[in-house]
């Protein structure tokens, strides 16, 4: 497991601390996200006292890790500095789990109704 402290200069608000190939986290939110990812694996980020976390779930390919890994810091730097809070993308993220149907493989903050919809969309862009 690779293990790659970043910190984004002149932003303050986002430290990311990235794992990169992780084996399935062990927190229940975690866990939860690992079993309805993509097939190809997915990523999340937390913020903490020390910092916000991008955590990277490992996959088949290292390229899709280092695709999420870029993912998620710059959706969860651009939700921070918009006001939308860890605890509401848990909800929304919680709503979506709720009523996503078999098979589903969208991502939540694909809906546009997600106050981090937008921050999605562009951390999104890093894979186009």
């Given at each position: 497991?690779?293990?790659?402290?970043?910190?984004?200069?002149?932003?303050?608000?986002?430290?990311?601390?990235?794992?990169?190939?992780?084996?399935?986290?062990?927190?229940?939110?975690h866990?939860?996200?690992?079993?309805?990812?993509?097939?190809?694996?997915?990523?999340?980020?937390?913020?903490?006292?020390?910092?916000?976390?991008?955590?990277?779930?490992?996959?088949?390919?290292r390229?899709?890790?280092?695709?999420?890994?870029?993912?998620?810091?710059?959706?969860?730097?651009?939700?921070?500095?918009?006001?939308?809070?860890q605890?509401?993308?848990?909800?929304?993220?919680?709503?979506?789990?709720?009523?996503?149907?078999?098979?589903?493989?969208?991502?939540?903050?694909?809906?546009?109704?997600?106050?981090?919809?937008?921050?999605?969309?562009?951390?999104?862009?890093?894979?186009?």
């Amino acid at each position: 497991m690779s293990r790659i402290i970043a910190a984004i200069a002149g932003i303050g608000v986002l430290s990311a601390a990235l794992t990169c190939g992780a084996e399935a986290p062990t927190e229940d939110r975690h866990r939860d996200r690992q079993q309805d990812a993509l097939p190809h694996g997915g990523g999340d980020w937390q913020v903490k006292p020390n910092g916000s976390h991008v955590i990277v779930v490992k996959m088949s390919d290292r390229r899709y890790e280092f695709v999420v890994g870029m993912h998620e810091p710059i959706e969860a730097y651009l939700a921070l500095h918009a006001g939308v809070s860890q605890a509401a993308v848990d909800r929304c993220d919680g709503a979506d789990k709720a009523k996503r149907k078999s098979g589903d493989n969208s991502e939540p903050g694909d809906d546009p109704h997600p106050p981090y919809h937008k921050a999605h969309v562009f951390g999104s862009k890093t894979s186009a």
